[in-house]
T-cell receptor
Framework: SQTIHQWPATLVQPVGSPLSLECTVEGTSNPNLYWYRQAAGRGLQLLFYSVGIGQISSEVPQNLSASRPQDRQFILSSKKLLLSDSGFYLC????????????FGDGTRLSIL | AQKVTQAQTEISVVEKEDVTLDCVYETRDTTYYLFWYKQPPSGELVFLIRRNSFDEQNEISGRYSWNFQKSTSSFNFTITASQVVDSAVYFCALSLNTGGFKTIFGAGTRLFVKA
């Protein structure tokens, strides 16, 4: 069966520090991968999605970046965090056929001080 | 343009009441998929149901039911005899049948069920 792992579960970082959140999927190949952010009490904002290794689409301009160095690995990064980067970050995958639901990781709660 | 609107930001009901969560979508495509997800307080999103654009049959699963109406571009979700454990944020989502296309989520409706 397929599983998705996302870590860390919580993170507290100072403003201006770098960030690296990692997401891996097991039990499937060539998945679509997604990074979402959810501000407190708000909906899901799609940040990045990837349909294959090295293929990243950015949905909103920001100081975050994403990379997909391996088929089932998706990394969210920043060189310098801003206060506005605080939120709940969710990684998700789907088989890439449009008709299947997305499966989400447990999320990372990021607090910027 | 594709869009999903969940006009109800928050709903509060008392246990055993029925509650309907509204979802209205926009797309010009004729083939698309609609989803409902639940996000309990713990944070993870859980898939509830999928509907394709060619299947307008309503579906019932226990206390949950879904009403898909293409004429009004709506995919509403009803919880019958609500329970405290139903308290969560519920998201409606739209996906198009294009390879690699991202799913578009509504803003979510937060449901509070009081004992």
């Amino acid at each position: 069966s397929q599983t998705i792992h996302q870590w860390p579960a919580t993170l507290v970082q100072p403003v201006g520090s770098p960030l690296s959140l990692e997401c891996t999927v097991e039990g499937t190949s060539n998945p679509n991968l997604y990074w979402y952010r959810q501000a407190a009490g708000r909906g899901l904002q799609l940040l990045f999605y990837s349909v294959g290794i090295g293929q990243i689409s950015s949905e909103v301009p920001q100081n975050l970046s994403a990379s997909r160095p391996q088929d089932r690995q998706f990394i969210l990064s920043s060189k310098k965090l801003l206060l506005s980067d605080s939120g709940f970050y969710l990684c998700a995958w789907d088989p890439g056929q449009g008709n299947q639901p997305q499966h989400f990781g447990d999320g990372t709660r990021l607090s910027i001080l | 343009a594709q869009k999903v609107t969940q006009a109800q930001t928050e709903i509060s009901v008392v246990e055993k009441e029925d509650v309907t969560l509204d979802c209205v979508y926009e797309t010009r495509d004729t083939t698309y998929y609609l989803f409902w997800y639940k996000q309990p307080p713990s944070g993870e999103l859980v898939f509830l149901i999928r509907r394709n654009s060619f299947d307008e049959q309503n579906e019932i699963s226990g206390r949950y039911s879904w009403n898909f109406q293409k004429s009004t571009s709506s995919f509403n979700f009803t919880i019958t005899a609500s329970q405290v454990v139903d308290s969560a944020v519920y998201f409606c989502a739209l996906s198009l049948n294009t390879g690699g296309f991202k799913t578009i989520f509504g803003a979510g409706t937060r449901l509070f069920v009081k004992a």
